[in-house]
């Protein structure tokens, strides 16, 4: 349906009707479904559209039965806003929604309130899907995604296996981290600062047989990639920093009197020569090797035990409080030619770098460490003052990464600056045979299992005669059984290392199987899958939720109209919060590039633009369930409507930085709602001008500044300044009706049409109210209005008052007026100034200069 242009008269003496929001709201959602206004046609062909696709997304949510919150709606009616606005300035936009409810969140939630996840998971649907619709979003509700549904983690499962067949998917004993209270392994992404990053444990190591994804393989390119994709700058900075590039050199060296090897990886190795000792890290499986027959095992061990215990609670400072036990073992360090003691040390991190690393005199905690055990000390760079480089000397401090540091050692490098030798020095190295050049990531690959319940079955089976092997396709999906002892199992003892055992793992009619390769008795994989791969490709889905043969649209499918899907991928805006930029964002850049390189689709990053929005507080508190303070927009929209508190949101304050939710904010939204209401709907309208009016030129350059304004604004999801300059516009035309009593018809429309993707219930009663046509034709499907530059430009200038050449005053004038001598006079006869210097005095000449200055020649 498109909007004709059209104007016409319309008279109302009073109020048509009293603003109503719930039943004005619940009568066009109803309206908006049955004309599937927001379901575009996906399977027209490019070359029969006349508008553009425009794939419009923000993150879908973790639904519970306590139902959405503000910030949950902040969120939506964000993207909603751009996504409406794109559909009215002619792109065919698709905007929809879906629930990710596979995971940890979901069934903790149903442990909490003691119902099954099975049955929880469609309570909570039910809940979460009526408030969506109460907001008034503009989403295609016929395409929605459910990730705990059987014909959506078929795919999930699908997409593992065709991991697992590139060799992208392999399973390994390591230490892994591991949440004592959610009772299962979390990925390195999942934890913040030691603890889990969902309900704040200190998280543990324990040694346990897990799924890998081999995300290290894509770590240049997802580096490399950020520089071409457009997303919001600490995004990309927070990836950029968790895969963290080094170049540098892998030091090699051996323990004396073993067979075994240490490498250390060095980015910064200009003080190589200043090594004394080396650290390994408690956890490191090297450490039991190390011990054997050194005299040092019991110590040692004991040692271990309690540093553990001392992370698990969280009792200790790795920075200002390292603590240490020597191994009996030293390393032949080569460079200098000298036996270093290796020592195990609390704040060297297994599964950073090799756990292994060299220490000096000019590392901060190394110093500390050494001084604290009595490690001898060897500095090799210095200060250029000759005071402070004996304080150096001496160990008084440590002297470290100084750009301007003097190396003394080695000779070649003598009296070379720190700063200068970087690259040099890793030649020298590489040359000497001490190690070689290498690349090093902080990014790990993705842990993929999880021992619990609530997620898709990973579908791999265990032959002990062929090994692991993926559940045919045809098989899929391995579907979750219905349980009723779903809750973790938790952990062995921490003695032994041990983590526990996904529930699946108690039913032998889960996990008894057939080889899929030689038709032996064979185990089924009895974890699921971290929620995280749910979350990864949903995007893909809701493109093809109404196929059963392949999960998403590809340009090589045999399947009708794939093609013509495929043209709505990558999504264009995806809207959602900075917190998953090292989780769903970055395993969604990586799921996308394993897509491409499979040749599955075309494109290798999921998201063209990305915005993340900002956090809501309230009361100037963060909103927590401890503090009570949690905002269900509930409430809200039955006593303000959806749309007030739409507009309300998206005027707090930035969208990229959040806002303080307070009452009386939307109350004040609420009271600049009703004026527009009652501004369009209760005043005379006429098509025509108002002649001799000045205003009414006032008036059109106002409509074209704010549709410029509002434009720009929305185009930079300035959201809070383009409602600003919306309330500007209506002051006004309100301004001008009280004055003139009447006003035409285009500035309300206009204002209107502005307010729209902010406020799209009122804006389309108020539109239909307008426009009056017989058949319906929606203001969200109508176009966006377009500025006039003519009218940005103030036909103004002033004109300068003399009399006798001396300055007496000014006038600012129209360009029409300007070219007129007598108005011009007229004009400035009135100010105040030039009356009194003229006042009783004889002019013998006017002078005018059109469009610069009038001078009265006076006797």
Known sequence: MIYSKMMRNLKADSIIQKYNASEIEAKWQKIWEKEKIYSPNLDAPASLSTKKPFYNLMMFPYPSAEGMHVGNMYAFTGADVYGRFKRMQGNDVFEP?????????????????????????????????????????????????????????????????????????????????????????????????????????????RDLEQWFFRITKYADRLLSNLTQIDWSEKVKIAQKQWIRKSEGINLRFKVKDMDIYFEMFDSVPQTFMAQTFTVIAPEHPMVHELIKSTGHEKPVIEFIAKIKKKKATNKYDLEKKPEGIFTGRYLEYTPTGKLIPIWIASYAIYGYGTGVV?????????FIFAKKYGIPLHPVMFPQDPAEAKKVKNLEYCYH?????????????????????????????GKKGYGEKSVHYHL?????????????PIPMINCEKCGWQPVPEKDLPVKLPYIEDYKPLGIHSAGSGQAGK???????????????????????????????????????????????????????????????????????????????????????????????DLKIISFEEPFTHFRAHGLIVKNGAKMSKSKGNIVVPDAYVKKFGADTLRAYLMFMGPFGQGGDFRDTGIEGMYRFVRRVWSLVSSIKYQVSSIEGKDESLELERSMHKTIKSVTEDIKNLSYNTAIAHLMEYHNELSAFYTKYKI??????????????????????????????????????????????????????????????GKLRGNIMVDSATSKNKAKIEELVRKDGNVAKHLEGKAIKKIIYVEGKVINFVIA
């Open 401 to 429: 990464h100084a750009e301007n540091g003097v190396l003394q050692e080695p000779v070649e490098f003598k009296g070379r600056k720190w700063g200068e030798v970087r690259l040099g020095v890793i030649e020298f190295i």
């Open 97 to 205: 929604i879906g629930l990710d409810g596979f995971g940890i969140h979901s069934e903790n939630y149903a442990i909490k309130v003691g119902k099954h996840p099975v049955d929880q998971a469609k309570i909570s649907e039910k809940k979460f899907y009526r408030q969506l619709k109460s907001i008034g979003n503009g989403f295609d509700w016929t395409r929605t995604v459910e990730t705990y549904k059987p014909e959506y983690y078929k795919w999930t499962q699908w997409l593992f296996i065709q991991l697992f067949k590139a060799g992208l998917a392999y399973r390994k004993k390591a230490p892994v981290n591991f949440c004592p209270s959610c009772k299962t392994v979390l990925a390195d992404e999942q934890v913040e600062e030691g603890k889990c990053e969902r309900c704040n444990s200190v998280v543990e190591k």
């Open 743 to 804: 006003l035409n018809t285009k500035y309300c429309k206009t204002l209107i049409l502005l307010l729209a993707p902010f406020a799209p219930h009122l804006s389309e009663e108020l539109y239909q109210l307008l426009v009056n046509k017989k058949e319906f034709s929606s203001i969200h499907l109508a176009s966006w209005p377009k500025f006039d530059p003519k009218f940005l430009i103030k036909n103004e200038m002033v004109i300068v008052a003399q009399i006798n």
């Open 358 to 366: 060299n220490c000096s005199a000019h590392d901060e905690r190394d």
């Open 444 to 456: 790990r690959d993705w842990l993929i299992s999880r021992q619990r319940y609530w997620g898709p």
């Open 502 to 596: 996904a529930p699946l793992a108690s039913h032998p009619e889960f996990y008894k199987t057939k080889c899929p390769k030689c038709g032996g008795e064979a185990k089924r994989e009895t974890d699921v899958s971290d929620t995280f791969l749910d979350s990864s490709w949903y995007f893909l889905r809701y493109l093809a939720t109404d196929w059963n043969d392949i999960p998403f649209p590809m340009p090589k499918s045999k399947i009708e109209n794939s093609a013509q899907r495929a043209a709505w991928l990558p999504v264009n805006m995806y809207i959602g919060g900075a917190e998953h930029s090292v989780l769903h964002l970055l395993y969604s850049r990586f799921i996308t590039m394993v897509l491409h």
